[in-house]
Every structure is written in structure tokens, then in C-alpha cells.
């Protein structure tokens, strides 16, 4: 897909329709939040962040 050369040039809207589009794009689960981002899975810091919210 030459992505490494697309996604500089393309604005957030594009990367996540991408994304929807292909599930196989991400590789590790994701968690995004309004001030945080978490990749991968540990369960411990994906619970606190949760409680948190």
C-alpha cells in the first residue's frame, strides 16, 4: 500500500477511514483516550485508565 510514503501527506480523517477500512492495519489492541494513548495490553494500566474515566 506504500504507506510509509502516504501517511506524512494525509490528514486525520484519511488515516482513520484507512484504518476502519482495514482491521489488519493495526496490529496490537489500542485504547485512545482524550488525554492518552495506550498500546498494547496491560491489564493493569488499561483498568486504571478506565476507572479513571
Known amino acids: 500500500m506504500g504507506l510509509k510514503d502516504k501517511l506524512p501527506h494525509m490528514n486525520e480523517d484519511e488515516m482513520l477511514r ?3 477500512a ?3 492495519l493495526v496490529k496490537r489492541p489500542l485504547l485512545i483516550g482524550e488525554d492518552f ?3 498494547g495490553f496491560r ?3 488499561w483498568a ?3 476507572n479513571a474515566q
Do not use: I, Q, T
Open 37 to 39: 494513548v495506550l498500546v
Open 18 to 20: 484507512l484504518l476502519a
Open 43 to 45: 491489564e493493569a494500566e
Open 22 to 24: 482495514d482491521g489488519m
Open 48 to 50: 486504571e485508565r478506565l
